[in-house]
């Protein structure tokens, strides 16, 4: 993944932790959960279709990254 995604990965997993650590302590309710899952998870799926969409841009960087490993795995 691109690094400049990474930040906000790690800032929508920390908060996905904490909406099912209160979901499962019943601090918030059902609806409240789905409502605050839902929309991480879509945040989650947008910022890994930007990554791919990147990845698929970069056809240069990664066949010449693919080149790279063969030439170590052939030594």
Same mark, same amino acid.
Not at 19 to 27: A, D, E
Not at 57 to 63: A, L, T
């Given at each position: 993944m691109s690094c400049k995604y990474n930040?906000?990965?790690?800032?929508?997993?920390?908060?996905?932790?904490l909406?099912?650590?209160?979901?499962?302590?019943?601090?918030v309710s059902e609806e409240v959960f789905f409502i605050l899952f839902a929309s991480l998870s879509i945040a989650m799926l947008i910022l890994g279709f930007l990554a791919f969409r990147n990845a698929l %841009?970069? $056809?240069? !960087?990664?066949?010449l990254h693919?080149?790279?490993? %063969?030439? $170590?795995? !052939?030594k």
């Open positions: 930040k906000y990965v790690s800032y929508i997993t920390a908060i996905a932790i909406v099912l650590i209160l979901f499962f302590t019943n601090k %841009k970069d $056809k240069e !960087k990664i066949d693919a080149s790279d490993i %063969k030439r $170590k795995l !052939k």
